[in-house]
């Protein structure tokens, strides 16, 4: 019988705790025709000009959209899915708003799928986890790119599964089950 560290619906909460510092959240959000049980979203806009705002030298935004989700098991048929959805369905929505090309001054749209699952990937999938792709370019890169990270948290064995985007995440995800395997999960419930 399997024995979890800790449910993936607590994992979650902790998860949207730490992230509603710096992201908007939106729980049971749809893209196309799926509902993710959580959506967050950054937005970060920078810009350069001589004396006054008119005269502008340079200006970018840079994005981030996080679609968590929660599975029994994850396998390759799943990650395929995953890729599917996102060069059909939340590329084109989420980066490019429907639109030929992103808006002006776009530099760059990261596109990070969090799966939580009960059991441990097989070796296969953890993998094909690490080969796990997306990166597009827009007008040759003068309407920036958007790339897609990947991280998979275990919470049978609580560990965690990344591409190579996704490994900049990887610390605070760990540290997630750490808090709660020492019993320090936050006393504040994450709140919309």
């Not at 607590?10 to 939106?26: C, G, M, S, W």
């Not at 893209?31 to 005269?55: C, D, I, M, Q």
């Not at 441990?120 to 920036?144: H, L, T």
């Not at 089950?177 to 019993?183: I, V």
Request: net charge negative.
């Amino acid at each position: 019988m399997m024995t979890m560290l800790m449910s993936s619906d607590e994992y979650l909460r902790e998860l949207l705790r730490r992230y509603q510092a710096n992201f908007d959240i939106h729980e049971n959000y749809t893209v196309g025709n799926v509902t993710y049980p959580a959506y967050a979203w950054f937005h970060s806009f920078s810009e350069k000009y001589v004396l006054r705002k008119e005269a502008q030298l340079w200006a970018i935004k840079a994005y981030e959209h996080v679609l968590f989700i929660k599975e029994k098991e994850l396998s390759t048929e799943l990650l395929e899915e995953y890729r599917r959805r996102i060069t059909e369905e939340i590329e084109p929505e989420l980066v490019r708003n429907g639109g030929k090309y992103p808006e002006k001054d776009h530099m760059c749209t990261y596109i990070t799928f969090v799966v939580l699952t009960d059991k441990a990937p097989s070796e296969d999938v953890q993998r094909a986890i690490k080969k796990f792709s997306f990166d597009k370019g827009y007008m040759f890169n003068f309407r920036g790119h958007s790339e897609a990270h990947f991280i998979c948290a275990d919470m049978e064995s609580g560990s965690i599964y990344t591409n190579k985007g996704g490994k900049s995440q990887r610390d605070m995800m760990l540290d997630v089950f750490r808090k709660a395997n020492k019993g320090d999960a936050a006393s504040e419930p994450y709140a919309c």
